[in-house]
Each structure stands twice: as structure tokens, then as C-alpha cells.
């Protein structure tokens, strides 16, 4: 047993700043919600009309934001997984159509899954929420719901399809038709499944879902309240990790021992070494004020979500503004099935200056080639409709040159220090991690705002 102990609300969120602060990874972010949305007292609902009345009682189920902690009744929240004696509780609010979410239901959940909640430490409460930027997006929500009703149990299993099923869902113009699929799949009763889409009885739970996550402050997802501290972005395990142990740890006040050792500033010289070796694929002006070099495996999920969601805002904003040259150097984990063949897919295209098309479709159709146990022709399809000459570029691919050029990014990032993707130098600056758009633009407008940086 994990007794519970009485801890100060803003020594709580301390601690979770402290430790997680520089770890959170990334979210997406509800920037592009329609201001009317925002500003409307109950949500949009999923038929499209505004929200009824909720009913008697429901008012007091959304409590209002505290700046240091956020007082819930536990047992009328989301949906439960572990013990309701936990000593630690958890609210984690996502949107099922976001990429940011997904990873952290399939790569980060289970670990937590295994270490916290099955040992009986943490109770993890889900709440479906809707930014309202991805298609079908409420109408998942609504599958969750309909799923819901038909148990806990069933809900789980129909949220872990529906992250692992999501760009199946997300370009389907029939969307009902796909969610029935997965019930059947997940051995729901179907036909009771079907007719709740259609009926809309669970759509004032959407809605509730809704209302729950804007009270919660909510602007972006995955989104969580841990012991009463609001959390923007993917939690990766080890911060979680120590937050827990801290939590648990008979000293109320934070330890120096626990915090993570302050970020080096890193050395210019490092990203002019690279620049000089003609490493990587640059866009952008080559005299822009900043400079950033990316190191990214094709085969990793963050870098996906990344790529797919804050790289195309930072070069709309910055590279073709003229503000800022990107550079992108393929790297190579050595943890994802075919990440070396994808890298020196990109090389192959590369030689026929048609790297960035390359580089956008590794990433779109990442799962198919990672699958594959004869990538070569998946890569030489991709060519052919990327329009390049497919003959030339399987040559390539069986050749060593492009193979020693990746080893070599791999070589000059491990000795710079790179043991995960995506890693950043800015102006010679590391950065880990797939950072928020937002925080992307902070450090960016910061530099650009310095006298010696030559901004504009």
C-alpha cells in the first residue's frame, strides 16, 4: 500500500514544473480552433448545432481552473484504469485525432501501464476531448462514448484502436461505417454500437467531455492534471518517472538530487563543423540570421509527428520568410526495422534533388515501409510518383555511397552528443525533443529579437 499524505497544492505543481519542463516533448496545439468556438459558453456538438442544456448537477461536475490546483471529484471523471486507492491520480485529456496523442498511447502508456497503474501506485483517468482540427475528430470522440456505454473495458479496447487506427479513420469519408468495423473487431455488440452512432445518445457526453477539458484549461493535447498540476505535452516516461518517486517520498519539499542536470548551451563551432562537412539538405536562405540543423531517423514516431504537424508552420513562418535555413541530416537510432534503408532512400533522392519530396513520403507512409520485409521496392515506388528517375535511383540504392553518407551523419551526431530524434542545433544550440510549434517560435523570435543575431 501507498498511503496518501497530505501535500501542498503549489509544492505539487513545483515539482512537476521542475522535472518536467525541459522533458515534455510536444503537443498538439488548438491554436486553430474558430475563435467562435472557443469563446461560446458550451461547445459545439457533434451534430454541429450548439449545445442544450446539459441538465440538473452537471455544473458542478466542471469545476473552475485554480492557478495552482485544480479540485475534482474523482469519481465522476473519465474513464478508470487502476486502483481507486491509487495514491496517485492522474487526468490525461487527448483528442483521438492527434498525432502527439498517439505516440503516447503506443510508445510512452504501456511503460507507465506496466511500472504505475498494474502496481496499484497511479489511477489514470482518460477523457476524450475534441480540439476540433482533425477531420472525424468529434465523430471518434463519439465512438469512444458509444463504446463507453457498453463498459470501461470496451472503451479501453476501442481507444487503443482508435489511436492505432487513426489515419484509416481520419481520411475516410465514411467514418461511422470504419468505427463500426473496429466494435466488431474489438467484439463489441455491433449492431447496439451502430445505432448509438446514429441516435446520438451519447453525444451530451461528448459535449460534458468537451466542457470538462476547457474547464481543465485545455488548449492543446495530450493534456494532464497530475496530483492537481496542469501538463501540456507528452510526459516522456523517465520524467514521469521521477515526478512519481517524488510524489511518493516522505520530503513534502522538492529535491535538488531529483532535477534534471541544467541543459548545455552547446558551442557554435559544433554547427559550423557540421556545415562545413556539406552534411545534410538545406532549405532556406544560406545567409539566414538563424541556422538550424536537424537530426532525425525516419524510422522514429516523434519525428513523424513532428514533421506532419510543426516542421511545415516553422518553414511557412521562418525558412520562407527568409528568417532561418533548415538543414536536415538523416541519422540512424538503430532501434527501427528498415531506419537505415529509408536513410539511404533519401540519400538516392537527394542525387536527384528531390530529397524534401522523399523526405515528406518516408514519413507519410512510415508504418508501410517499416513493415516491409523488401523495402527496396517500396522506396522505388515512392520514387516513381515522387517523379524520379526510378531506374537511376534503385542503382542507388545498392550502391555504398549513399550508405557511407549516412553512416557518417550518424558517426558526427553521436559525437556531438545525439541519443535520440529529433535533435536540434540552433545557431549552434542544442535542442531535444519535438518541442511545441509555440515553443519552437519562442526560441526562434528570441534569437531573431537579439542584437547579435542580425534579425529582421
Not at 14 to 23: C, G, I, Y
Not at 253 to 273: I, N
Not at 339 to 360: I, N
Request: hydrophobic fraction near 40%; aromatic fraction near 8%.
Amino acid at each position: 500500500m501507498h498511503p496518501r499524505r497530505h501535500r501542498r497544492p503549489e509544492s505539487i505543481l513545483r515539482l512537476t514544473l521542475l522535472v518536467l519542463a525541459p522533458a515534455v516533448l510536444g503537443a498538439c496545439e488548438g491554436q486553430r480552433i474558430p475563435e467562435e468556438v472557443l469563446a461560446a459558453d458550451t461547445p459545439r456538438s457533434v451534430a454541429g448545432t450548439a449545445a442544450s442544456d446539459l441538465g440538473p448537477g452537471v455544473q458542478d461536475a466542471i469545476p473552475a481552473q485554480d492557478p495552482t490546483r485544480v479540485p475534482l471529484d474523482m469519481a465522476s471523471i473519465g474513464y478508470d484504469q487502476g486502483s481507486p486507492d491509487a495514491p496517485i491520480k492522474v487526468i490525461e485529456v487527448s483528442d483521438f485525432g492527434c498525432g502527439y496523442c498517439r505516440v503516447f498511447s503506443e510508445e510512452i502508456f504501456p511503460e507507465i501501464q506496466k511500472e504505475f497503474i498494474e502496481t496499484g501506485i497511479v489511477q489514470w483517468k482518460f477523457v476524450p476531448f475534441v480540439l476540433g482540427m482533425f477531420p472525424n475528430g468529434d465523430k471518434a470522440a463519439l465512438a469512444s462514448e458509444c463504446a463507453g456505454a457498453q463498459g470501461t473495458d470496451a472503451f479501453q479496447r476501442m481507444r487503443g484502436r482508435l489511436f492505432a487506427d487513426q489515419a484509416g479513420w481520419r481520411d475516410t469519408q465514411n467514418p461511422d461505417e470504419f468505427f463500426a468495423k473496429l466494435a466488431k473487431d474489438e467484439g463489441l455488440r455491433a449492431d447496439e454500437f451502430s445505432e448509438c452512432l446514429v441516435n446520438g445518445d451519447r453525444v451530451a457526453q461528448v459535449e460534458l467531455d468537451i466542457r470538462l477539458g476547457k474547464a481543465l484549461g485545455t488548449k492543446g493535447t495530450p493534456a494532464f492534471i497530475l496530483e492537481g498540476a496542469p501538463i501540456s505535452g507528452l510526459i516522456p516516461v523517465e520524467g514521469f518517472q521521477q515526478v512519481v518517486q517524488l510524489l511518493l517520498a516522505e520530503d513534502d519539499g522538492p529535491s535538488r538530487d531529483w532535477l534534471p542536470p541544467p541543459p548545455t548551451l552547446g558551442s557554435p563551432s559544433v554547427q559550423a563543423q557540421i556545415l562545413s562537412m556539406g552534411m545534410g539538405h538545406g532549405v532556406g536562405p544560406v545567409d539566414a540570421p538563424i541556422q538550424i540543423i536537424e537530426f532525425s531517423d525516419f524510422g522514429c514516431g516523434y519525428c513523424r509527428v513532428f514533421q506532419e504537424t510543426t516542421r511545415p508552420v516553422l518553414d511557412e513562418e521562418y525558412v520562407a520568410t527568409g528568417k532561418v535555413r533548415w538543414t536536415y541530416v538523416p541519422f540512424v537510432l538503430g532501434m527501427f526495422p528498415n531506419g537505415d534503408a529509408a536513410a539511404v532512400a533519401s540519400e538516392c533522392a537527394a542525387e536527384q534533388d528531390l530529397f524534401d519530396p522523399m523526405r515528406h513520403r518516408l514519413y507519410q507512409d512510415q508504418q508501410g515501409w517499416k513493415n516491409s520485409q523488401d523495402p527496396g521496392p517500396f522506396f522505388t515506388k515512392i520514387a516513381e510518383e515522387e517523379g524520379l528517375d526510378a531506374e537511376r535511383f534503385s542503382q542507388c540504392l545498392g550502391q555504398d555511397a549513399a550508405l557511407e553518407r549516412i553512416q557518417q551523419n550518424t558517426r558526427v551526431g553521436q559525437s556531438a552528443g545525439i541519443q535520440g530524434t529529433p535533435a536540434f542545433f540552433i545557431n549552434g544550440f542544442p535542442v531535444k525533443g519535438a518541442q511545441p510549434l509555440d515553443a519552437f517560435r519562442d526560441m526562434l523570435d528570441l534569437r531573431l529579437s537579439s542584437p547579435t543575431s542580425g534579425g529582421r
